[in-house]
T-cell receptor
Framework: AQRVTQPEKLLSVFKGAPVELKCNYS??????LFWYVQYSRQRLQLLLR??SRESIKGFTADLNKGETSFHLKKPFAQEEDSAMYYC??????????????FGQGTILTVHP | NAGVMQNPRHLVRRRGQEARLRCSPM?????VYWYRQLPEEGLKFMVY????????ESGMPKERFSAEFPKEGPSILRIQQVVRGDSAAYFC???????????FGSGTRLTVV
C-alpha cells in the first residue's frame, strides 16, 4: 500500500535560515509527488509537483528514488512561509486514478 | 471561474443530527474527491466520485457516511446521526482527470456539540 510520511509535525526556524521539510514515501510504481501548502484556515494550494521541476516562492523539491524521499527546501525562510505543508503521492493506477495520499503535514513557523 | 465552492463554511450540529456538506466542482471538472482533516492529523481520503458514480469509497466509514455526485447539482457528503468524533474540516477537490490538476475548496468545518 502506498504511504507518505512526514516525520516532523512542527518545525520552527528563524527568518533567513534554511528550511527543509522532510517527506518519505512508499509506492510500488513510479511515483507522482506533490507539495501542498495551507495557510491559516485557507484552502490547500498546490506548491509544486516533481514532474515540473519548478521553483515556487523559492521552494524546491527533488525526488530521490533511492532514498524514496521528496524533501522540500528553501535556502532563506520568510515569515510569510509560515503554514501547514503537506506532501502528497498520486495514485494514478486502476480505479483510484487521481486519488492523493497525504502525509500527516508539517506546521512550519518562521520567527522574525 | 469561481473555483471549487463548498458550503457551508461552518456547520454546527448536535449529536444525532444529520450533516450535509456540498461541493460544486470547478467548471469542466467531472472528478470530485472528499478528504477529512481531523484535529492534529493530516488529510485523509474519503471518497472519489465521477458524475453519478462512486469510483472509490475506500476511505469512507462503513456506517453513517454517504456521498453522491448527481448528474445535476453539487456533490453531497452526508453524515447521519453525527457524533463528536465527526468534528473535522471536510475538504472537497475537483479535477478534470487529465493532468492531475487538483483544485481544493475552502472546506467545511463541522462541529458536533
Amino acid at each position: 500500500a502506498q504511504r507518505v510520511t512526514q516525520p516532523e509535525k512542527l518545525l520552527s526556524v528563524f527568518k533567513g535560515a534554511p528550511v527543509e521539510l522532510k517527506c518519505n514515501y512508499s509506492y510500488s510504481g513510479s511515483p507522482e509527488l506533490f507539495w501542498y501548502v495551507q495557510y491559516s484556515r485557507q484552502r490547500l494550494q498546490l506548491l509544486l509537483r516533481h514532474i515540473s521541476r519548478e521553483s515556487i516562492k523559492g521552494f524546491t523539491a527533488d525526488l530521490n528514488k533511492g532514498e524514496t524521499s521528496f524533501h522540500l527546501k528553501k535556502p532563506f525562510a520568510q515569515e510569510e512561509d509560515s503554514a501547514m505543508y503537506y506532501c502528497a503521492l498520486l495514485d494514478a493506477g486502476g480505479t483510484s486514478y487521481g486519488k492523493l495520499t497525504f502525509g500527516q503535514g508539517t506546521i512550519l513557523t518562521v520567527h522574525p | 471561474n469561481a473555483g471549487v465552492m463548498q458550503n457551508p463554511r461552518h456547520l454546527v450540529r448536535r449529536r444525532g443530527q444529520e450533516a450535509r456538506l456540498r461541493c460544486s466542482p470547478m467548471k469542466g471538472h467531472s472528478h470530485v474527491y472528499w478528504y477529512r482533516q481531523l484535529p492534529e492529523e493530516g488529510l485523509k481520503f474519503m471518497v472519489y466520485l465521477q458524475k453519478e458514480n462512486i469510483i472509490d469509497e475506500s476511505g469512507m466509514p462503513k456506517e453513517r457516511f454517504s456521498a453522491e455526485f448527481p448528474k445535476e447539482g453539487p456533490s453531497i457528503l452526508r453524515i447521519q446521526q453525527v457524533v463528536r468524533g465527526d468534528s473535522a474540516a471536510y475538504f472537497c477537490a475537483s479535477s478534470s482527470g487529465q493532468n492531475y490538476g487538483y483544485t481544493f475548496g475552502s472546506g467545511t468545518r463541522l462541529t458536533v456539540v
